[in-house]
């Protein structure tokens, strides 16, 4: 009995610090960048903006309304042309399992640059 009280305080005081996180991640406008394939060849850099919808599909687990939910999503893909990049972003990123896709876009000389 004594042990789960333990193990008890211990998960509450995880699930605080996760939440003070998460707070702290939303005010300071954090950006979580998927990056998708190597630079080689002819490949381009684009940039396809993400958002999460309020039930995702992971594999085997269904994971309803995400606390990243309210943070920017960018998928940086290394891709031939922008078709390719739309196509590998859903293929990597299904829209059915809840992943809200813009169109790829060229990065900016200034993204490829950091790269």
């Not at 939303?26 to 993400?50: A, C, Q, T, W």
């Not at 999460?52 to 999503?73: A, I, M, Y």
Request: charged share 25%; proline share 5%.
């Amino acid at each position: 009995m004594r042990q789960a009280e333990v193990e008890r305080k211990a998960a509450a005081t995880q699930l605080a610090d996760a939440q003070r996180r998460l707070k702290i991640a939303k005010e300071d406008n954090y950006v979580i960048i998927h990056e998708v394939n190597d630079p080689s060849g002819s490949r381009r850099l684009f940039v396809v903006p993400m958002t999460l919808g309020s039930t995702l599909t992971l594999g085997q687990n269904v994971v309803k309304d995400c606390k990243f939910r309210s943070v920017k999503h960018l998928v940086e893909i290394w891709a031939e042309n922008a078709d390719d990049a739309n196509r590998i972003a859903r293929t990597n990123f299904p829209p059915d399992s809840g992943f809200i896709l813009s169109k790829a876009m060229p990065a900016s000389p200034a993204a490829m640059a950091a790269e």
